[in-house]
C-alpha cells in the first residue's frame, strides 16, 4: 500500500513540476524521486533554495543558500557533503525505497544523512526558514532535519548546545579555507563549562567567550551581539541545554551569523568578533584569550602582507596536516627562527610555508608565481635594535666628548 502511495505522489509530482513553477511540491523531494546535479528545490516564498555547486576546481556539494545574486560562498548557509566532496558532477539526491535520504554518486559510496527503514513513507522539504526536513507521511514525524547539523552559519530558528540525552551538539565550524567547505579549526558554540554563554574554540582551546546570558543578551559589549538586534533565548531541561537564535528581522533580509576560516564571527552588517586584528581597544577583540607565545614572541608582533614571493623556498608542512592560514601564522609564531610563511594553496588560502631567519630575497608581484606573503615584525627584534642604536650613540657622543676635552 505504501509503495502505491509513493508513486501516486511521484506522478503527481511530476505532473505538477510539467505544469510550471507555481507547483507547491517545488519545495519538496518525495521518496524515489532523483534529484541531480542543476536541479533545484525552491521554499513556498522563495526564501531559499537547495541544490548541488561547485566552488573550485570539480568538487562539488550539496548546499542551501540564500536565494539571491551574491556569490555562493557569500550567500550559502549549509552543506550537506562538507568533508565528503563528490569529485564531478554525477552528484543525485534521493530517498530510496528503504527511506534512506542520500547522496549518490559515481566512483564512491553513497553519503547517508539518514538511515531509514524498510516500509517508510517520507518526503523531505525545505522550509522558508532554510531549514531541509524529512518527515514520515503516515504521521508527520520529522526524522531528520537539517538545522541538526549546522555548517558555518546560524540562522534565526537554529540552536547552539548539547542534547545530553543522546550527546548530539549544535555548534558552527568554520571552512579550512576561503573556497574549502572543509571542516575547519574554529568551532562557535554553547561553553561546555559554563552553560550560559558563547565560545569560540581554536583547535578545542577557548579562543574568545561572549560574557553570561541576561535577559537575552551577553553581559560583554562587543560589537553587534549585546544589541537588540539579536535574541539568544536559553533553554535548558532533562534532555537539552541551548540557546535559540532570533533575529529582529526588520533590520535585514538575510539574518545569519557566520564564523570565517579565520575565525572571526560576523553578520551581515560587518565583522562583530575578530581576536587577530591589531587595533588597540577595539571592543571586536573584547574578551579574546591571549595568544600563548614562547620567550622569543612579542603580543605586540604584527605581520604585514605583501603580493610578493620568494627566490629561495621555505620550509612547507605536508598537506595532510590539512592546516589553514592560522594554523601557519601560529606555525611561525612558535618557530623563533621564522621572520615569513604563506599559504602554499594561494586561491583556497590552505597549506603552509615558512621561512626562517636565513635572508630570505623577495621581488615585485610582476612574477606570475606571486602570492601573498606575511612578513614579520618582530617588537622584541625591534627594541633590540633600538637598544643596540642608542648604545652606539651613547658610545658616539662619549668618543667625541672625549676628542673636544683634549684638546683643550
Not at 572571526?264 to 574578551?287: A, T
Amino acid at each position: 500500500m505504501a509503495s502505491k502511495v509513493r508513486n501516486v505522489i511521484l506522478c503527481l509530482s511530476c505532473l505538477l513540476l510539467f505544469v510550471g513553477p507555481s507547483s507547491s511540491l517545488l519545495e519538496t523531494l518525495v521518496q524515489g524521486q532523483e534529484f541531480k546535479d542543476g536541479d533545484e528545490l525552491v521554499s513556498a516564498q522563495g526564501n531559499f533554495k537547495l541544490g548541488f555547486f561547485t566552488l573550485e576546481s570539480n568538487n562539488y556539494y550539496l548546499g542551501i543558500w540564500y536565494n539571491d545574486n551574491r556569490q555562493r560562498q557569500d550567500n550559502l548557509v549549509w552543506v550537506a557533503n562538507r568533508d565528503s566532496p563528490i569529485f564531478n558532477n554525477s552528484g543525485s539526491l534521493t530517498i530510496d525505497d528503504n527511506g534512506n535520504l542520500k547522496i549518490s554518486h559515481d566512483g564512491g559510496l553513497p553519503i547517508v544523512l539518514y538511515s531509514g527503514q524498510e516500509g517508510s513513507n517520507t518526503s523531505a522539504v525545505l522550509l522558508d526558514t532554510g531549514n531541509f526536513v524529512l518527515r514520515e507521511l503516515n504521521n508527520s514525524e520529522e526524522l531528520w532535519q537539517s538545522f541538526d547539523y549546522p555548517s558555518h552559519i546560524l540562522v534565526p530558528g537554529m540552536k547552539l548546545g548539547v542534547n545530553r540525552k543522546t550527546g548530539h551538539t549544535w555548534s558552527l565550524t568554520s571552512w579550512r579555507g576561503v573556497v574549502v567547505p572543509d571542516l575547519g579549526v574554529f568551532t562557535f558554540g554553547m561553553d561546555s563549562n559554563h552553560t550560559n554563554q558563547l565560545v569560540i574554540l581554536w583547535h578545542d582551546n577557548i579562543y574568545w567567550t561572549s560574557g553570561s546570558l541576561e535577559r537575552g543578551h551577553f553581559t560583554s559589549s562587543f560589537s553587534g551581539i549585546s544589541d537588540s538586534y539579536y535574541n539568544f533565548s536559553y533553554i535548558s531541561n532533562e534532555n537539552e541545554t541551548f540557546f535559540n537564535y532570533s533575529v529582529e528581522t526588520s533590520f535585514t533580509k538575510s539574518p545569519r551569523l557566520v564564523i570565517d576560516y579565520l575565525g572571526r564571527l560576523s553578520d551581515d552588517r560587518g565583522i562583530l568578533v575578530d581576536c587577530i586584528s591589531r587595533f588597540s581597544g577595539s571592543s571586536k577583540m573584547e574578551r579574546c584569550m591571549p595568544a600563548q607565545l614562547p620567550e622569543c614572541r612579542s603580543p605586540d608582533d604584527v605581520f604585514y602582507s605583501h603580493f610578493t614571493f620568494m627566490y629561495n623556498d621555505g620550509f612547507k608542512f605536508s598537506g595532510s596536516e590539512n592546516l589553514t592560514l592560522m594554523d601557519c601564522e601560529a606555525k611561525c609564531l612558535t618557530n623563533c627562527s621564522c621572520v615569513a610563511y604563506a599559504s602554499t594553496i594561494e586561491d583556497a588560502q590552505t597549506g603552509c610555508e615558512i621561512w626562517t631567519s636565513t635572508p630570505a630575497r623577495f621581488n615585485g608581484s610582476s612574477n606570475s608565481n606571486a602570492r601573498t606573503i606575511y612578513f614579520l615584525n618582530s617588537a622584541i627584534a625591534n627594541k633590540e635594535e633600538n637598544r643596540r642604536a642608542n648604545t652606539w650613540w651613547r658610545w658616539l657622543i662619549m668618543a667625541v666628548g672625549a676628542i673636544i676635552i683634549s684638546l683643550y
